[in-house]
């Protein structure tokens, strides 16, 4: 059963990479599927990663795919108040939520808050601006579990 779910990531990821008009290869492949498995990476914490698991990627070209792939939309991008950049396999609508003391991002779905923001953007236009997306990070504390 894991080796077809393994399959079925693979031929997914090589169609979801040719679909975005890339073509597929051994580290784009790769790239991708990190991305799915790191939480908010950075360009270095998935360039990390392909060293320990052998494979031979520059920096530059770690970076080059990310941004890519973020062009495509196969990948969204984040900002940090820092500019650290973060990427991240999740491009439906999720606000992120921030801690500075710890670095530390985690994603927040609120259906309600998504729909008021859309609804108040269609009542509200915001003259010579096209909005594509609207991306929201709240910064606070993560309270101890």
Same mark, same amino acid.
């Given at each position: 059963? !894991? !080796?077809?779910?393994?399959?079925?990531? =693979?031929? +997914?990821?090589?169609?979801?990479?040719? %679909?975005?008009?890339?073509?597929?290869?051994?580290?784009?492949?790769?790239?991708?599927?990190?991305?799915?498995? *790191?939480? &908010?990476?950075?360009?270095?914490? /998935?360039? $990390?990663?392909?060293? !320990?698991?052998?494979?031979?990627?520059? *920096?530059?070209?770690?970076?080059?795919?990310?941004? +890519?792939?973020? %062009?495509?939309?196969?990948?969204?991008?984040?900002?940090?108040?820092?500019?650290? /950049?973060?990427?991240?396999?999740?491009?439906?609508? &999720?606000? &992120?939520?921030? +801690?500075?003391?710890? @670095?530390?991002?985690? %994603?927040?779905? @609120?259906? $309600? =808050?998504?729909?008021?923001?859309?609804?108040?953007? !269609?009542? @509200?236009?915001?003259?010579?601006?096209?909005? %594509?997306?609207?991306? /929201?990070?709240?910064?606070?504390?993560?309270? +101890?579990?």
């Amino acid at each position: 059963m !894991k !080796k077809e779910m393994i399959m079925n990531d =693979l031929k +997914s990821n090589q169609k979801r990479i040719a %679909d975005a008009g890339l073509k597929v290869t051994q580290q784009r492949l790769a790239i991708l599927e990190l991305i799915r498995t *790191l939480e &908010h990476p950075c360009t270095e914490n /998935v360039y $990390e990663s392909l060293q !320990k698991n052998s494979l031979d990627v520059s *920096l530059g070209t770690v970076y080059n795919t990310l941004e +890519s792939f973020a %062009d495509r939309g196969l990948i969204s991008r984040m900002v940090t108040e820092t500019g650290l /950049v973060r990427y991240e396999p999740n491009c439906d609508g &999720h606000y &992120h939520l921030y +801690s500075r003391e710890e @670095n530390r991002i985690e %994603d927040y779905k @609120n259906e $309600e =808050l998504q729909q008021y923001l859309a609804d108040y953007f !269609k009542r @509200n236009k915001i003259p010579g601006f096209s909005i %594509d997306e609207i991306q /929201v990070q709240i910064t606070g504390r993560f309270e +101890s579990e």
